[in-house]
């Protein structure tokens, strides 16, 4: 902890390079924007922290509500609990295996944690092993609107009943209602294409938490979320609370659809120029594909994005024409788009000679992310910067990985 | 080191999921099948160490060898000192930023550091911080023999002598030679095509090598290498050493170009089967985008691989037709190939019940991975079985990320 506050308040130019940075000004901006419109819709907000998996970002996106947040991992579970989240809702169906591991975070933390389940055997399996351990957790059954997942279908009453039956008769768990996750909207084009998926999220919800009622079962929480949807969503009836994730660092793929715009990415990769290659007319950088991720999703939408945009070191707009072109282990090639095609060899010169002033070796970039989830995941850090400033102001530490932290970590 | 001590000797259905899996028997026989390459070749073996990111396996690349690795990263330079390797190339181009980590790693644990470069202003910039530290390198030029990543071109003696003569007039660094990388073979159809790869690195690196040595200057070091590149040269005339990586473990990638066979992949993602999904048709496992990653590199060469092949965990033989059709961030969706494509509706429900029993809710598989350096690089561990035993009979631990460990990790 010492040797991370060391690091704040130096400039981008000394960080060791690839680091991931954070602009803490967008960051509260998008977390204020997704908190006024839970309120809005008078849904509770449990944001999901498998995008940033850091205790910091957690307090400003649960800032003004409950402080309850959403995990896919038990690395997450228990990094949250030690840092006092004690709500957690581990959005990822269950399985016994897990239950020990769950079990002990609830009890070295003073956490509670809610589950997932969709088949009955999995939840007999799961309570056998919670029973075992005098373990308690509360179950919400996973609802398939649309996404093809998890989840049994909203109007499989039998499927529903089934689960709420086995659950409330386990003896070590408890029912606490529904909960599905429409992950499709991530391919869909267009926000009124997103807007449906939005309304068929909550409705199915909904309808899979009436026939529960129907057939005597309480439910508290009617749960839905993905960025897109709870972007879009115009009305949220008889949903209780959102899990959106992304919108807390944005990221091309939803700034490609117009989920948010490119000054809303912010988080970022700064990497070292350490190359020029005049023969395939490439720079190279020192973040490859396991320091930016190789996903390109939002290829899907926009043209032109390669594996990342590219910018200066001090602020976060992209260079005009830049693109990764292609990504190594550890080295990322920046190409010009069109890259010359049609151009006399005097002009490709000279657009080469731009490119390389431009970047010149030893200098900064930041490279703006498809896919803000899959380029975070593996760092240790963030480094905090504030707008278009060049100095780290914080440093904040994140979970990584797929296990508890201590003593059989 | 204790608490990873008794990890041993579990059995895989105890594994918290997803864990990385490593043959021993396997990852023994591709060693040692390279170390016979490289006595047959009369060249070192330097090999490359970015794929495992471990000690235990470098021990076991380097048997029979002087020891010399090759790393791509600070963490894995630091990482491989810590645990006695003392001569290791460092083969990314090399950036002034980097000089004070990689000088701490030296003085720290005695190692030997060779740095690359293929620019004036980066020797420059990286001698004068060296000289401010007092400390020194041994530097190799790198050559571009097709990859178009980093390198000058063979031919280009005005470029190489330069580079040669102002390594040698830095006064921090010395010349050692010249290395080059084929990464190009990574996309070439056909044996014969690698083959013709694998010469023109061969060529180029020696050409490079002799105008140095026509220029005046000591050439000690002739380094190539690559997987595809390594297992199918037919002569390495004036080559001093290879560095092949990802041939320890295999993939996915390599199998489908006929580099290896499937039974030569030794690493394999465990995970647990979470859900059946009915209507569409998918299992769901906990192995996702982040633990399998979203590398699909096989699919270049070969159809039907999706992001990864199932198996069940006692082997790594894949089951007939299923493939990891879905990713994201914590799940995996395993489909069967074609999916039922105009069979008739009882024939798609008798597939689906095949595979739902094939893979019950609870049950254990393993994921073949497209591309080993990927897959494994997020991990902290390996849990290490023989051949299709489903003991784990040791775990070793591994670097990751970028930054060295120590006070100013």
């Not at 010492?2 to 977390?31: G, I, K, Y």
């Not at 910018?311 to 069109?338: F, K, M, W, Y």
Request: charged fraction near 20%; include cysteine.
């Amino acid at each position: 902890m010492v040797a991370m506050m060391q690091l704040a308040h130096t400039a981008l130019a000394e960080l060791t390079t690839p680091a991931l940075l954070l602009d803490s000004t967008v960051l509260e901006r998008n977390c204020d924007a997704m908190s006024r419109r839970a309120a809005r819709h008078g849904v509770a907000l449990r944001p999901h922290l498998k995008t940033s998996k850091s205790a910091d970002v957690a307090r400003l996106a649960t800032r003004g509500h409950s402080g309850a947040i959403t995990v896919s991992t038990i690395a997450e579970a228990d990094y949250f609990a030690r840092h006092g989240f004690d709500d957690l809702t581990y959005a990822v169906g269950i399985s016994a295996g897990k239950v020990d591991a769950l079990h002990r975070i609830q009890r070295m933390h003073g956490a509670r944690l809610t589950l997932l389940a969709d088949r009955v055997e999995a939840v007999q399996a799961v309570a056998a092993r919670a029973r075992a351990l005098g373990a308690r957790f509360k179950v919400l059954i996973e609802v398939d609107t649309g996404g093809g997942r998890g989840g049994v279908a909203p109007d499989d009453e039998h499927a529903l009943l089934a689960l709420a039956a086995e659950v409330q008769r386990s003896g070590a768990l408890t029912l606490a209602g529904v909960l599905t996750h429409a992950g499709h909207s991530y391919h869909a084009n267009g926000l009124a294409a997103i807007r449906a998926i939005a309304e068929a999220e909550r409705a199915g919800a909904v309808r899979a938490a009436e026939c529960l009622r129907a057939g005597g079962f309480e439910v508290d929480v009617v749960s839905v979320g993905a960025t897109p949807t709870a972007v879009c969503a115009e009305r949220l009836d008889g949903v209780t609370e959102m899990r959106p994730g992304v919108y807390t660092f944005f990221d091309l793929d939803q700034a490609a659809r117009g989920i948010c715009g490119i000054e809303d990415i912010a988080l970022s990769v700064l990497a070292t120029v350490i190359g020029h290659n005049p023969r395939s007319r490439r720079v190279l950088i020192d973040a490859g594909a396991l320091a930016l991720s190789k996903d390109e999703s939002g290829a899907e939408f926009r043209d032109g994005l390669g594996f990342g945009l590219v910018c200066h070191a001090g602020n976060t707009r992209p260079l005009p024409g830049l693109r990764v072109a292609e990504l190594h282990q550890e080295h990322g090639l920046i190409a010009c788009d069109g890259d010359g095609a049609g151009h006399t060899p005097e002009a490709l010169q000279e657009e080469l000679q731009a490119l390389f002033e431009a970047l010149p070796i030893g200098g900064r970039v930041r490279i703006l992310p498809h896919h803000a989830c899959m380029t975070a995941a593996p760092y240790d850090r963030y480094h905090v910067v504030r707008g278009a400033g060049t100095q780290v102001h914080a440093v904040w530490g994140k979970a990584r990985g797929w296990h508890a932290a201590g003593p059989d970590a």
